[in-house]
T-cell receptor
Framework: QKEVEQDPGPLSVPEGAIVSLNCTYS??????FMWYRQYSRKGPELLMY????GNKEDGRFTAQVDKSSKYISLFIRDSQPSDSATYLC????????????FGTGTRLTVIP | EAQVTQNPRYLITVTGKKLTVTCSQN?????MSWYRQDPGLGLRQIYY???????DKGDVPEGYKVSRKEKRNFPLILESPSPNQTSLYFC?????????????FGPGTRLTVL
């Protein structure tokens, strides 16, 4: 069983829709949770990180962590064509970046 | 402009021919690392470096070498490439090794080993 599972999609939504992207994990010791966005032919860029459980909001993006279910989500409100990208979740037990476990990514397309 | 650069961006080579992928960052970051990205497997760390002359293995180090002689550069060396090293490679840097520090990724190097 992989440490982190992520539905690869692809996911297509109309512009303006609310998007929900999810990851599940098996290691209950994970405490740091991150979402990266990767445009085609580019490297990943950090969108948001959350420590432990709870929600975090940044503009149209909300990251949610449910440690009891070992489930994290990224919600995108009022989705835009510029949100079309692959979204990767990542998580770690400790703060060290050398201990990151990445999901395989979900490819999202927002149709104008 | 703050950035991580990688060269070459695309490379096709043959089994056994030594190659080096260069990585350079202009942000004075301490932490640098190399990842490979494969379909269905996601990003996996190959090697990382906490600072000059300090390197360590990641999850998939077999067949790779690195060096960190200067803070800005972190080359990835494949001494005898094999077809299973065909992949998309990313270099990344961050101010420290904390996973909550923003990691800046390079644009990627697509390597094909025939």
């Amino acid at each position: 069983q992989k440490e982190v599972e992520q539905d690869p999609g692809p996911l297509s939504v109309p512009e303006g829709a609310i998007v929900s992207l999810n990851c599940t994990y098996s290691n209950s010791a994970f405490q740091y949770f991150m979402w990266y966005r990767q445009y085609s032919r580019k490297g990943p860029e950090l969108l948001m990180y959350t420590y432990s459980s709870g929600n975090k909001e940044d503009g149209r993006f909300t990251a949610q962590v449910d440690k009891s279910s070992k489930y994290i989500s990224l919600f995108i409100r009022d989705s835009q064509p510029s949100d079309s990208a692959t979204y990767l979740c990542a998580m770690s037990v400790q703060t060290g970046a050398n201990n990151l476990f990445f999901g395989t990514g979900t490819r999202l397309t927002v149709i104008p | 402009e703050a950035q991580v650069t990688q060269n070459p961006r695309y490379l096709i080579t043959v089994t056994g021919k030594k190659l080096t992928v260069t990585c350079s960052q202009n942000m004075n970051h301490e932490y640098m690392s190399w990842y490979r990205q494969d379909p269905g497997l996601g990003l996996r760390q190959i090697y990382y470096s906490m600072n000059v002359e300090v390197t360590d293995k990641g999850d998939v180090p077999e067949g790779y070498k690195v060096s960190r002689k200067e803070k800005r550069n972190f080359p990835l060396i494949l001494e005898s490439p094999s077809p299973n090293q065909t992949s998309l490679y990313f270099c990344a840097s961050s101010p420290t090794s904390s996973s909550t520090d923003t990691q800046y990724f390079g644009p990627g190097t697509r390597l094909t080993v025939l």
